[in-house]
């Protein structure tokens, strides 16, 4: 009787991550030596793995721009690891380009850092109100001040004219 050895499902998702993120001069061969499994159990592994993720892949019949927040994030996920013909392969399987998951992880990057952004925009629109309002009152206090300033130089010259007629 034969005995099959089991492997947990984190040693087979790092042994695929490990196959699909190698680099052009590594083969399938050689990773399965370096992990002391079967060949074909690894590519075994890797077909169930296409065969899970083109179930939960997104469609291909609408347009990435058309894609909801959810697909992106999933297609993010699946490509995460992939590099160079590896992540072309699996962008093309998918109608995307890879320069569309760059902007897609900047997005998801920018709107989790507006997490706490209500608090500042209240904090900002009440900021401006109240700047609006020192500014009213300063208009309104160099209006007075210039007034001041010409009822002293027109005193002034009061005075002088006063001054110089009762001479």
């Not at 998702?13 to 001069?25: F, H, P, T, W």
């Not at 590519?43 to 296409?50: E, F, G, I, L, P």
């Amino acid at each position: 009787m034969k005995t099959y050895n089991r492997y947990s499902k984190g040693f087979k998702e790092q042994a695929l991550v490990k196959v699909y993120s190698r680099s052009n001069d590594q083969t399938i061969e050689t990773i399965a030596k370096e992990l002391n499994i079967n060949v074909t159990t690894l590519k075994d592994w890797m077909r169930q793995s296409k065969k899970t993720s083109n179930k939960t892949a997104t469609p291909t019949s609408k347009s990435p721009m058309g894609w909801s927040p959810e697909e992106r994030l999933t297609a993010l996920q699946q490509s995460y690891s992939l590099l160079g013909d590896d992540l072309n392969t699996w962008c093309r399987e998918r109608g995307v380009f890879a320069h569309q998951l760059d902007q897609w992880k900047i997005d998801f990057c920018s709107h989790a850092d507006l997490g706490g952004s209500r608090e500042d925009v209240q904090t900002l629109r009440a900021l401006k109100v109240e700047n609006q309002s020192l500014e009213r009152e300063l208009l309104r206090k160099d209006k007075a001040l210039a007034e001041a300033a010409a009822l002293l130089v027109l005193q002034k010259k009061f005075r002088a004219l006063l001054v110089g007629e009762v001479e």
